[in-house]
């Protein structure tokens, strides 16, 4: 992460990696009064960017031309179809790290418990309708590395967990009380899941989480503001909650509540004005917090993945909202659809497989927001150590580090 105010200059401790696809050389931490360390820098391929109003030119530089048709693109996709065979899909860091000592599955990434810090490993997993849909080559390193670049940027608004990433797919964080809240925000009227906005406007629902919709909205119009539309977790689904809800059930505080409302619409709107000066409308997201041992609202889990966020093609959406077709999307939308079309999703005990066509195209489009985003080259891993393996080394000797 880049440097906090008060805090040390970066300590550089060496974590040497035989792989291209270690986070680098050197893993970077900073020392605190504390004397635990903490992550304070991302490496140089993730460049600041400085906040100037996007112009008409620089969005329609962004097309789908440049998704659809480039040498980029050719390079990447005889990439992603030789590791279709080697996605992370699974992690079992706790046989052989002994400081880890559990594990919890989440959808997508797998979390190990060392009893200062959480492990957490961004696996290839795709999940929607809250099941396990595919693995994608590339992805898990993919979001770590787009996570990272978000809270970096964003640390002005809100403080996070992340205490060192000694590998391309791991984060290592520091433990806080997590809110069983998700903060989903909105920018417009879209959504193709039971949950999602316009699927529940379409139905009639005028109010929704507390938010009152106008009249006459169309599908992919854009709110007269942005929302918040919390959600809360049933046994293997989510479930909408107002924010009334949400303090009368207990589980925030109406002060809590109102400081991580407040941090979710203001990392939306600063993540909206950079994504529209790379050329992309941020449509929709969600936020996770937790509370820190010393009372401190964190941000974790991801900031603005593709797996997270709803993104548009930006020149084009004016024309296609008024000629009635659906945006440009680079995100996982379209496996979505393609689900919806073939099974039942949310009911079917065994979907079909996601289409070869399919999986490499999601990969590829997740690089290409991550490349558009940063303004910088998504390295692909060298295949020639077992990523599992990789990834045992490099938390081994992170977790060694910690310690010291």
């Known amino acids: 992460m880049a440097c906090i105010p008060g805090l040390n200059p970066p300590k550089t401790l060496g974590i040497s ?3 291209s ?16 360390l903490k992550i304070t820098q991302i490496s140089k391929r993730f460049p600041k960017i400085s906040i100037v109003m996007a112009t008409k030119r620089q ?7 440049a998704l659809t048709s480039s040498d980029r693109r050719d390079e990447v996709m005889v990439a992603v179809k030789s590791s279709l065979s080697n996605c992370l899909s699974e992690t079992n860091l706790h046989l ?10 989440g959808k997508v990434r797998d979390i190990y418990d060392e009893g200062d810090y959480l492990v957490l490993v961004t696996t290839d997993r795709q999940s929607a309708f809250d099941r396990i849909l595919a693995s994608i080559p590339f992805k898990g390193q993919v979001l770590n590395d787009t996570s990272l670049w978000w809270f970096n940027q964003t640390q002005h608004i809100a403080p996070n967990a992340i205490i060192a990433v000694p590998d391309r797919n791991v984060t290592i964080a520091k433990k806080c009380s997590v809110f069983p809240v998700e903060f989903v925000v909105r920018g417009y009227m879209t959504g193709s899941t039971d949950t999602s906005l316009w699927t529940v406007y379409k139905n009639g629902v005028r109010n929704y989480c507390g938010n009152v919709l106008p009249e ?13 539309t919390p959600t809360t977790k049933a ?18 505080s109406q002060a809590d509540y109102d400081e991580a409302s407040r941090k979710a619409l203001s990392l939306f709107e600063y993540g909206q004005r950079v994504a529209s000066e790379h050329g992309l409308i941020l449509v929709d997201t969600k936020y996770e917090f937790g509370k820190g041992p010393d009372g401190s609202v964190l941000l974790i889990d991801e900031v603005h993945t593709p797996d997270s966020s709803r993104y548009w093609l930006a020149h084009s959406y004016e024309a296609r909202f008024q000629n009635g077709h659906e945006p440009e999307n680079i995100d996982k939308e379209f496996l979505r659809l393609w689900f919806k079309d073939h099974c039942n999703p949310y009911e079917d005990k065994v979907l079909p497989d996601a ?11 997740y690089i290409f927001l991550f490349e558009t985003i ?5 390295q692909i891993p060298e295949t020639r150590e077992p990523i599992h393996d990789r990834i045992s080394r490099n938390v081994s000797k992170a977790l060694l580090l910690l310690k010291k």
Do not use: C, Y
């Open 355 to 365: 289409p070869e066509e399919l999986v490499t195209e999601l990969a590829w489009r």
């Open 59 to 65: 969005e329609s530089e962004l097309s789908l031309n």
């Open 21 to 36: 696809s270690s986070i680098g050389n050197n893993l970077l931490f900073s020392s605190s009064a504390r004397t635990h």
């Open 96 to 105: 052989a790290i002994p400081d880890l000592k559990s594990k919890t599955r």
């Open 216 to 228: 006459g909205m169309v599908k992919n119009e854009r709110l007269p503001a942005n929302i918040i």
């Open 17 to 19: 990696s035989s792989s």
């Open 235 to 252: 046994a293997d689904h989510d479930v909408p909650i107002t924010p009334d809800e949400v303090v009368r059930q207990g589980l925030m």
């Open 374 to 378: 940063t303004k910088s080259r998504f």
